[in-house]
Structures are given as C-alpha cells and as structure tokens.
C-alpha cells in the first residue's frame, strides 16, 4: 500500500476552514460578534507564526458545539459547506487526489482542525481515510468542547499517524505528504515524497533547501506526482 496523505487547509481547499468556521458563525450571529471574532483571529495569527496552543485552540472553537442539538449543528454544518466550502473549493486539487486514486494509492487527509468540520469535506473529496483532532462527544451524542486524545498539530500528526499505521500493519514506504505549512515539517520529514503546495514563506525556503517539489493548486494543472 502507498499512503497519499494530504493537509487540508489552504493545501486542498483556498482557505482555512477553522478560521473561517470562526468567521461563518460571527456572521450568523452564532456567537459573540466582536470578541469571537478577535479571539479568531488572534489564534490564527498564532498558527501562521507557529506558536499556537492547539488545546487551547480547540476547546475555543469546540465550546460552540457544546450543549447544542444535533440538528442544529448539522444544519449549520451544511450551510457552511454550502456558503463557505464551495467558495474554497479547488478543482486541481480534486485531480490531484483522482490521480493518487488512480495509481491505486490509500488516499488520507491529516488535518489539525477538527473532525466535524472536516469529515464532509474529506467525504466531498472522496477521501476515506481522515485523522483530524477529534472533538469529545458525551454520551447522548452530543458534543463536550473539549478535545479528545492527541490533537493531529506538528508532532501530533506525526504521533496519530503511527498510531494508524501500527493499527492497519502498514508503513509509510512510497509515501507522498501534501501540505501548505511550515507546521507539518514534522510530518513532511517522515514520508519519502514530501510535497509543497502553495506553500508558506518558511516551508518554501526550506523545501528548496532540501529539494523537496513545490507546486501550486491554485492554477488549474497539478505539476508534481508520478
């Protein structure tokens, strides 16, 4: 099996679902207009500068779905895939990952946001394998705001990745990782065709460095697989 792993946000859609998750609710008077959004903003500024508290990430954008019915986050869900995840949306992106499914690659997304933002992205994609930082559920269902186990972030992925491999007996021979970000150079590290896609200033500078491919996912051909 070759594992074709791929980083979500601003890797295979144009925009970081967290954040705007964030930035969907302030708009639909969700939730605190002025101080959500700042609070937003500020945790996105620290995941771009490498220096996020995931945890405490997580459990701000987790507590929205604490104590809410189901069907209202479902609902809401939908309306953000519809208004927000279109807009993202990037058709070489899809060909990129119809290549890797063509070659008979194991298709995965390995994503720090969480799973109930990103499981019908990954089901839109046709992608069947996801590790994204799992939101805790109570045991009605429903969602508690906090994290459980080992968020995927930096070395998280790294350590969720294994976990996954040992569980499936596979390794990560021929493997490809696509990502956008400075903060998967852990991951990008490990598996033996490391990709940049559109990437950071810090990433690009040091994929060059190391000969890594650099392409981008905003044109409309996909430069580098094979």
């Not at 954008?61 to 986050?73: F, M, N, T």
Request: charged share 25%; hydrophobic share 40%; proline share 4%.
């Amino acid at each position: 099996m070759t594992l074709a792993i791929f980083d979500l946000d601003n890797t295979l859609i144009a925009g970081d679902s967290d954040h705007q998750w964030g930035e969907f609710l302030v708009g639909r008077g969700e939730v605190d207009g002025a101080g959500y959004k700042a609070a937003n903003d500020r945790f996105y500024q620290d995941y771009l500068d490498g220096d996020l508290d995931i945890f405490a990430y997580q459990e701000f954008v987790l507590s929205v779905l604490k104590d809410r019915p189901l069907e209202q986050l479902h609902a809401l869900r939908r309306d953000f895939m519809d208004q927000v995840i279109d807009a993202l949306w990037l058709p070489a992106a899809e060909q990129l990952v119809a290549k890797h499914r063509q070659q008979g690659d194991t298709l995965m997304i390995i994503t720090a946001t969480n799973d109930f933002i990103t499981a019908p992205i990954a089901e839109r994609l046709g992608v069947p394998h996801l590790i994204a930082t799992t939101a805790e559920r109570d045991p009605r269902g429903g969602y508690t705001g906090r994290v459980a186990g080992v968020p995927s972030y930096r070395e998280g992925k790294v350590e969720r990745l294994n976990s996954w491999l040992e569980q499936h007996q596979e390794s990560l021979a021929g493997s490809w990782f696509y990502s956008d970000s400075h903060n998967d150079l852990p991951l990008l590290g490990k598996v033996d065709h490391p990709v940049a896609v559109d990437p950071d200033e810090t990433l690009e500078q040091a994929a060059r460095e190391r000969g890594w491919p650099v392409i981008s996912l905003r044109q409309t051909s996909v430069g580098a697989s094979s």
